[in-house]
């Protein structure tokens, strides 16, 4: 195991190079960079913003000139709207954005710097990267995992009481509300709720937006739990109606094929009960499917399920940290959540392959080839 463990982790970094080149790579050939950004600032004719460039570009507001001869247009070309803006200036903020340097030569300094841990400032907000990342993580984290916790803890004895009535009337109706829940978007449920339930127009039962009271540290320790889960309600429920097909319906059919299987006719014939068949035979063999899908249901959880109801509920959080970031081309914080995502995954997903050996004994991974 412990071979396998090292071969796992030695992987990591090949894969981890490929995801950082791709990126790259694609972002080279995005248009509207960090530098046409500040140029359609400074010329009034940026539209699409959603953060206001301040502190970590610099302050370029007013300086280097913005008066130039006609003959100066063609040193700017190749930045639309750069018309009018001394050269000088212009390549001062290359220099600034480390755009003054070869694509190679920064690509490399990228993995240097992340090998390290190091992944500089945020372009436009004048803040450590990682530290902007720690900041939201908090409310990503708490829709995620209690997502994920909410999600298994429903599906899976969903799934297992849908295997065992196959085809009644429990299974028939289940299966159409569960299918409709997952038809119906999250963000139209979240607004429905808000309006419903937010003082939208009828109740005003639960906040609109935040993850705490403003006035949360200043709350007994219960009361600051329970303000928490308050405002978790709205978000979580919309998020929660589309989330339990997949992994009901994987359960429900892992454990249809051992129900079906030789070993659990035996165990009947020796007159186990069906209790003991179900939870002492069949639930360790079913359920090691359900653990593979985890690693990917947490991520999907933790990462990319939850922009828009951040967005409609007002949680600051890493989806709309990352949707802003691409949006303003903010180059160091789109990088660092995909290399930190991407590890993070990379590690998930080898944990839960050592999950399986806690589940199965039977399995070794020091006899397959990686």
């Known amino acids: 195991m412990t071979a396998y463990i090292l071969r796992r982790l030695l992987l990591i970094i090949p894969t981890m190079f490929g995801i950082m080149l791709m990126t790259f790579v694609v972002v080279q050939f995005a248009p509207g960079g960090p530098v046409e950004r500040m140029i359609a600032q400074l010329t009034g004719t940026d539209v699409a913003a959603t953060a206001k460039i301040s502190g970590g570009g610099g302050d370029f507001s007013g300086s280097g000139g913005a008066q130039t001869s006609p003959g100066d247009f063609s040193v700017n070309s190749k930045y639309r709207g750069a018309q009018g803006l001394d050269p000088?200036?212009?390549?001062?903020?290359?220099?600034?954005?480390?755009?003054?340097?070869?694509?190679?030569?920064?690509?490399?300094?990228?993995?240097?710097?992340?090998?390290?841990?190091?992944?500089?400032?945020?372009?436009?907000?004048?803040?450590?990267?990682?530290?902007?990342?720690?900041e939201k993580m908090p409310v990503s984290i708490s829709l995620g995992l209690w997502m994920t916790l909410i999600s298994y803890c429903i599906s899976i004895p969903l799934g297992i009481r849908k295997a065992v009535s196959d085809g009644s009337r429990f299974d028939i109706w289940s299966s159409s509300a569960i299918i409709l829940g997952y038809a119906i978007p999250g963000f139209l449920v979240a607004v429905f709720l808000i309006v419903l339930f937010a003082g939208g127009s009828f109740f005003k039962w639960f906040p609109l937006r935040g993850l705490v009271s403003e006035n949360w540290s200043e709350l007994p320790w219960y009361e600051q739990i329970l303000d928490y889960f308050w405002h978790l309600v709205l978000p979580m429920i919309?998020?929660?109606?589309?989330?339990?097909?997949?992994?009901?319906?994987?359960?429900?059919?892992?454990?249809?094929?051992?129900?079906?299987?030789?070993?659990?006719?035996?165990?009947?014939?020796?007159?186990?009960t069906e209790n003991s068949i179900l939870y002492g035979h069949i639930f360790r063999n079913a359920m090691l499917i359900i653990i593979a899908g985890f690693p990917g249901a947490f991520i999907g959880a933790f990462?990319?399920?939850?922009?828009?109801?951040?967005?409609?509920?007002?949680?600051?959080?890493?989806?709309?940290?990352?949707?802003?970031?691409?949006?303003?081309?903010?180059?160091?914080?789109?990088?660092?959540?995909?290399?930190?995502?991407?590890?993070?995954?990379?590690?998930?997903?080898?944990?839960?392959?050592?999950?399986?050996?806690?589940?199965?004994?039977?399995?070794?991974?020091?006899?397959?080839?990686?």
């Not at 903020?93 to 390290?116: I, N, S, T």
């Not at 997949?246 to 007159?271: C, D, H, P, W």
């Open 88 to 134: 000088e200036f212009v390549k001062s903020l290359e220099k600034q954005f480390g755009f003054d340097k070869p694509a190679y030569e920064r690509f490399f300094k990228l993995l240097w710097d992340y090998a390290r841990f190091d992944f500089g400032e945020s372009y436009y907000r004048d803040t450590p990267v990682l530290k902007l990342i720690a």
């Open 238 to 272: 919309a998020m929660a109606l589309s989330a339990f097909a997949t992994t009901t319906f994987l359960t429900k059919n892992s454990f249809l094929e051992e129900i079906r299987k030789q070993y659990v006719m035996t165990a009947r014939a020796k007159g186990l």
């Open 303 to 370: 990462f990319a399920g939850s922009l828009l109801i951040e967005t409609i509920f007002s949680l600051d959080g890493l989806g709309l940290l990352g949707f802003e970031s691409v949006v303003n081309r903010d180059y160091p914080v789109v990088f660092a959540t995909v290399y930190i995502f991407s590890l993070l995954g990379l590690v998930i997903n080898l944990v839960s392959d050592l999950t399986y050996t806690w589940v199965d004994p039977r399995i070794d991974f020091e006899t397959r080839e990686v």
